[in-house]
């Protein structure tokens, strides 16, 4: 079955602190992984996609096969990082359909 | 990038009542999702609009429950019909940016309490 885990409900850090946020996943295929994020009082927009290998706002994530994860990693939280994250796995090739995980809330305190 | 309006925003609901949310699109686009946000639960896709055809249900959901229109290509509506508390949830719509990179776009959301 297809499926997306993210194990932490909230995750609290410092300012300045490192972050990971966990996200495992079940499929049979070659995934396409995406983070989406939702701050407070906005919609859920996309923040980084695994086929891009890029940075955004400091955010990173590198998909594992092996270990099938997909982990987002900051080195320095930032207050403004303050969120909720979604974890997702495209599941049908090219439909845009998404898989989403239970998502972690991020809290990042001054 | 597609600006997506919803509406309502947020409504409360009695039991046994239906509700019709509308999507309305900046752009044309050939597939509108909607998914449902039970609270403290994931994005679940309820189905897939497409224009000119019947929509695509995922497993767990109907069309007698959850009956959506796609009368062009910037618009789509979902009902959700004889409702319970069972449905309290947020109803999104989303549309596809590039299908090639698999990103969706969303609304903000109708955040749907039934009594």
């Known amino acids: 079955a297809q499926r997306v885990t993210q194990p932490e409900k909230l995750l609290s850090v410092f300012k300045g602190a490192p972050v990971e946020l966990k996200c495992n996943y079940s499929y049979s295929g070659s995934p396409e992984l995406f983070w989406y994020v939702q701050y407070s009082r906005q919609r859920l927009q996309l923040l980084l996609r695994?086929?891009s290998r890029e940075s955004i706002k400091g955010f990173t994530a590198d998909l594992n096969k092996g270990e099938t994860s997909f982990h987002l990693k900051k080195p320095f939280a930032q207050e403004e990082d303050s969120a909720m994250y979604y974890c997702a796995l495209s599941s049908s090739g090219n439909t845009g359909k998404l898989i989403f995980g239970q998502g972690t809330t991020l809290q990042v305190k001054p | 990038s597609a600006v997506i309006s919803q509406k309502p925003s947020r409504d409360i609901c009695q039991r046994g009542t239906s509700l019709t949310i509308q999507c309305q699109v900046d752009s044309q686009v050939t597939m509108m999702f909607w998914y449902r946000q039970q609270p403290g639960q994931s994005l679940t896709l309820i189905a897939t609009?497409?224009?000119?055809?019947?929509?695509?249900?995922e497993s767990g959901f109907v069309i007698d429950k959850f009956p959506i229109s796609r009368p062009n290509l910037t618009f789509s509506t979902l009902t959700v019909s004889n409702m319970s508390p069972e449905d309290s949830s947020i109803y999104l719509c989303?549309?596809?940016?590039?299908?090639?990179?698999?990103?969706?776009?969303f609304g903000e959301g109708s955040r749907l309490t039934v009594l």
């Open positions: 609009a497409n224009q000119g055809s019947e929509a695509t249900y």
């Open positions: 695994h086929i």
């Open positions: 989303s549309v596809s940016g590039n299908l090639n990179t698999g990103e969706l776009f």
